[in-house]
Nanobody
């Protein structure tokens, strides 16, 4: 069974850092983008960024560029979302999803309809 599992969600201080992991099983995703998305209460889910293991391609939405980094993890079929300098707009449920093989490296690559397998999400909370 093909599935994605996120982990690492936690309470983080403003300005702090947090690392989320997405582990895929049942299939190799090296040729496809793995996207990270988030959904805050009362808001629509939005794309955060993506990573393609085949060639290390990344793309980020403007609001997280320079603060978030997506890389391939040391474990096979793992993708890491490193969050730094966390701000009050960052708390949400974070999801990873398997996406397209062909990328334009623009926001259209983060349209949800391009992603067919989703994890269950992991909660990130920012301390007030």
């Amino acid at each position: 069974q093909v599935q994605l599992v996120e982990s690492g969600g936690d309470l983080v201080q403003p300005g702090g850092s947090l690392t989320l992991s997405c582990t895929a099983s049942g299939c190799s995703f090296a040729d496809y983008a793995i996207g990270w998305f988030r959904q805050a209460p009362g808001k629509e889910r939005e794309g955060v960024g993506l990573f393609r293991k085949l060639d290390g391609t990344t793309f980020y939405r403007e609001s997280v560029r320079g603060r978030f980094t997506i890389t391939g993890g040391n474990a096979k079929n793992t993708v890491i979302l490193q969050m730094t300098n966390v701000v009050p707009d960052d708390p949400a449920v974070y999801y990873c999803a398997k996406g397209p093989a062909v990328l334009k490296l623009e926001m259209s690559d983060l349209r949800e309809e391009l992603y067919d397998i989703w994890g269950q999400g992991t909660q990130v909370t920012v301390a007030s």
